[in-house]
């Protein structure tokens, strides 16, 4: 059913549209009159109609500003202008605002029959792009199994957002069943709708414009209607403004106040937000929130579990406390996430993504204190596959390394050199040498250097000890003759001259 607002100062001619309106078996219900174009808008303000049926002339305000007013606040409108034979100008006029037709007077049944009959197709099809404006909000099923009723249509609607509160109880009253009867209750008699959206645990609430009348502002509404959902176990902070929100425009609304919700929610207080006063002002960028996850991820590439436990355990006391938003939480676990992962991945690709969705599921907790044992749990597992993962590759990493270095025995190779190739930390690659040779890195690394000195001055009796030392990258021949000793057991030249008499 559409709702019509009839503009007209001659009470005779207001009597006669309404009446052959009401004669009609048009969806049309004449929702108002006005006498003049000031009252005809005050009711605009107040609730939206479908289409508008005004006079041209008509005291205090006329029908051209009437027009041009009520299509700034909604610009869907469709208007009929009632004139007469002496208005052509001032209907000329009115084309320009896209009024949708025009009647002369005395309004007759069949013109207005006609014309009323291409507004309802136009108006029709206009509910067909309403439920398509849903497609990148509604949860897929939900819209496929969606059927909207013709009342979904009879006013403009107010839009808001709800989201469980983090860390709360009552998971399982986050249905659209059970919203949508709770929230129909709160709204007697003004009509809803409950959509379930693509983000889990969050709402898209459509209200009828006449609940205006039951709340002065829009925290009021927002406040009542949370203290409503706390009654009944749903803990909620909720996104909104007292204003209907275009068809059109639906989309670009929802994803704005999903974004303000994104960056205010916080671990403890519910969110009570005004999208009419609202900027987005970005994700918030802590500073301070970047070098803790990467002291944290230092952590996890050192293999250090118990001090990353310890730590982490404090953080999460301390984060209670200050209240932290959600948003840096995650943030926190993402950092956390890519770390694993990537240390993880060269021996099981998908492990990233099994680390990634077990940690996103850590926010839907129903408490701080589970989301805590669960966040420190689920890192205490990342450590035992790493330690796996060690367990199973670490003589391969080393076989990797030993092949890297005895390729590359001319040049200069560091402990730091090695970490960067093979995408772990300085001291794990000194734990893996320590383990596969029993001996320190420089202890190993200089083994190989001498044993290829020997193998260079047996090959090549004629080189000069300086020029062994340069080719192994030695930084002068005298040093490289103090750890040949310590190595060898004796100097080079001593190396020499025994190995030319045997």
Same mark, same amino acid.
């Given at each position: 059913m559409f709702t019509a607002l009839i503009a007209e100062d001659s009470k005779p001619i207001l009597r006669n549209i309404k009446a052959l309106l009401q004669s009609t078996d048009l969806p049309i219900r004449v929702a108002a009159t006005a006498s003049n174009g000031e009252e005809a808008l005050e009711y605009i303000r107040q609730q939206p109609v479908d289409i508008l049926l005004t006079d041209i002339r008509m005291p205090k305000m006329d029908g051209l500003a009437l027009i041009e007013q009520a299509k700034r606040i909604y610009p869907q409108?469709?208007?009929?202008?009632?004139?007469?034979?002496? %208005?052509f100008e001032y209907t000329r006029k009115a084309l320009n605002l896209q009024v949708f037709d025009y009647l002369l007077k005395p309004v007759e049944r069949h013109q207005?029959?006609?014309v009323m009959e291409r507004i309802i197709v136009q108006l029709n099809e206009r509910q067909v792009s309403d439920t398509e404006m849903f497609q990148d909000i509604l949860d897929a099923y939900f819209r496929t199994e969606m059927r909207l009723g013709p009342d979904f249509h009879d006013q403009a609607k107010i839009p808001l957002v709800l989201r469980k509160q983090p860390f709360t109880p009552g998971s399982d009253s986050w249905r659209q069943e059970f919203l949508q009867e709770c929230l129909t209750k709160a709204y007697a008699p003004h009509a809803c709708w409950v959509f379930p959206t693509h983000t889990p645990q969050q709402f898209l609430v459509l209200v009828n414009i006449s609940i205006k009348e039951?709340?002065?502002?829009a925290f009021d509404c927002m406040d009542s209607t949370r203290?409503?959902?706390? =009654?009944h176990g749903v803990h909620a902070s909720i996104g909104g403004q007292l204003q209907p929100v275009e068809p059109g425009k639906l989309t670009e609304y929802y994803r704005k106040v999903s974004r303000l919700l994104n960056e205010q929610l916080s671990i403890a207080s519910p969110l009570l937000l005004d999208a009419g006063d609202q900027i987005s002002l970005g994700m918030p960028g802590n500073g301070d929130m970047e070098k803790l996850a990467g002291s944290f991820a230092e952590m996890i590439r050192q293999r250090q579990k118990e001090r990353f436990a310890l730590k982490l355990s404090e953080q999460l006391m301390k984060w209670q406390s200050g209240n932290i938003r959600i948003a840096e939480l995650v943030r926190f676990i993402s950092v956390m996430t890519d770390t694993f992962s990537t240390l993880l991945s060269e021996q099981d690709p998908w492990n990233k993504l099994k680390l990634a969705e077990k940690s996103k599921l850590l926010i839907e907790n129903d408490s701080y204190a589970d989301f805590c044992k669960g966040l420190l749990d689920w890192a205490e597992q990342c450590f035992e596959m790493l330690q796996a993962q060690n367990r199973k590759s670490g003589y391969e990493l080393f076989q990797q390394i030993d092949g890297f270095v005895q390729m590359n025995m001319y040049s200069h190779v560091s402990i730091t050199d090695l970490a960067l190739k093979f995408h772990v930390s !300085?001291?794990?690659?000194? #734990?893996?040498?320590?383990?596969?040779?029993?001996?320190? /890195?420089?202890?190993?690394?200089?083994?190989?250097?001498?044993?290829?000195?020997? #193998?260079?001055?047996? =090959?090549? !009796? %004629?080189?000069k000890i300086k020029e062994v030392s340069d080719a192994l990258s030695f930084s002068d021949q005298h040093y490289f003759s103090k750890v040949?000793?310590?190595?060898?057991?004796?100097?080079?030249?001593?190396?020499?001259?025994?190995? /030319?008499?045997?």
């Amino acid at each position: 059913m559409f709702t019509a607002l009839i503009a007209e100062d001659s009470k005779p001619i207001l009597r006669n549209i309404k009446a052959l309106l009401q004669s009609t078996d048009l969806p049309i219900r004449v929702a108002a009159t006005a006498s003049n174009g000031e009252e005809a808008l005050e009711y605009i303000r107040q609730q939206p109609v479908d289409i508008l049926l005004t006079d041209i002339r008509m005291p205090k305000m006329d029908g051209l500003a009437l027009i041009e007013q009520a299509k700034r606040i909604y610009p869907q409108l469709k208007v009929v202008l009632i004139s007469g034979y002496n %208005d052509f100008e001032y209907t000329r006029k009115a084309l320009n605002l896209q009024v949708f037709d025009y009647l002369l007077k005395p309004v007759e049944r069949h013109q207005l029959l006609e014309v009323m009959e291409r507004i309802i197709v136009q108006l029709n099809e206009r509910q067909v792009s309403d439920t398509e404006m849903f497609q990148d909000i509604l949860d897929a099923y939900f819209r496929t199994e969606m059927r909207l009723g013709p009342d979904f249509h009879d006013q403009a609607k107010i839009p808001l957002v709800l989201r469980k509160q983090p860390f709360t109880p009552g998971s399982d009253s986050w249905r659209q069943e059970f919203l949508q009867e709770c929230l129909t209750k709160a709204y007697a008699p003004h009509a809803c709708w409950v959509f379930p959206t693509h983000t889990p645990q969050q709402f898209l609430v459509l209200v009828n414009i006449s609940i205006k009348e039951k709340y002065p502002s829009a925290f009021d509404c927002m406040d009542s209607t949370r203290r409503h959902l706390l =009654a009944h176990g749903v803990h909620a902070s909720i996104g909104g403004q007292l204003q209907p929100v275009e068809p059109g425009k639906l989309t670009e609304y929802y994803r704005k106040v999903s974004r303000l919700l994104n960056e205010q929610l916080s671990i403890a207080s519910p969110l009570l937000l005004d999208a009419g006063d609202q900027i987005s002002l970005g994700m918030p960028g802590n500073g301070d929130m970047e070098k803790l996850a990467g002291s944290f991820a230092e952590m996890i590439r050192q293999r250090q579990k118990e001090r990353f436990a310890l730590k982490l355990s404090e953080q999460l006391m301390k984060w209670q406390s200050g209240n932290i938003r959600i948003a840096e939480l995650v943030r926190f676990i993402s950092v956390m996430t890519d770390t694993f992962s990537t240390l993880l991945s060269e021996q099981d690709p998908w492990n990233k993504l099994k680390l990634a969705e077990k940690s996103k599921l850590l926010i839907e907790n129903d408490s701080y204190a589970d989301f805590c044992k669960g966040l420190l749990d689920w890192a205490e597992q990342c450590f035992e596959m790493l330690q796996a993962q060690n367990r199973k590759s670490g003589y391969e990493l080393f076989q990797q390394i030993d092949g890297f270095v005895q390729m590359n025995m001319y040049s200069h190779v560091s402990i730091t050199d090695l970490a960067l190739k093979f995408h772990v930390s !300085p001291s794990y690659i000194s #734990r893996i040498i320590k383990r596969y040779s029993q001996s320190t /890195f420089v202890h190993y690394y200089m083994q190989l250097k001498i044993k290829e000195a020997c #193998r260079l001055m047996e =090959a090549k !009796p %004629d080189m000069k000890i300086k020029e062994v030392s340069d080719a192994l990258s030695f930084s002068d021949q005298h040093y490289f003759s103090k750890v040949f000793k310590e190595y060898a057991g004796c100097s080079p030249t001593e190396y020499k001259e025994h190995t /030319f008499k045997a």
